[in-house]
């Protein structure tokens, strides 16, 4: 089993940057793909990154690249997502979550959640 704490969110401005972060307990966290989603107010929680265990290799969602980067260090446990240029769409509670396959974008495919952090972008 793995445990996840997203930490980072708050409430920033359009056009500001803000860093997320997922720190993973167990010693298997290099096992893990590992992504973020998020849920807007009154929305279905979507995808948003992910990342292969390795770190090597990581995918986005349409609406975020150019301007979000995910990154992960294995050895102190912890998933990163950089936002840049952030709009107020961006707003919403973002999950860390944790798959045992080498890299998911479906929220089915993710076995281990954190509980979330809101980010709020105001206009």
């Known amino acids: 089993q793995v445990q996840l704490v997203e930490s980072g969110g708050g409430v920033v401005q359009a056009g500001d940057s803000l860093r997320l972060s997922c720190a993973a307990s167990g010693r298997t966290f290099s096992s893990y793909g590992m992504g973020w989603f998020r849920q807007a107010p009154g929305k279905e929680r979507e995808f948003v990154s992910a990342?292969?265990?390795?770190?090597?290799?990581?995918v986005y969602t349409d609406s975020v690249k150019g301007r979000f980067t995910i990154s992960r260090d294995n050895a102190r446990n912890l998933v990163s997502l950089h936002m840049n240029s952030l709009k107020p769409e961006d707003t919403g509670v973002y999950y860390c979550?944790?798959?045992?396959?080498?890299?998911?974008?479906?929220?089915?495919?993710?076995?281990?959640w954190g509980q979330g952090t809101q980010v709020t972008v105001s206009s």
């Open positions: 979550a944790a798959a045992t396959s080498w890299i998911a974008t479906m929220e089915h495919e993710y076995a281990y």
């Open positions: 990342i292969t265990r390795s770190g090597g290799s990581h």
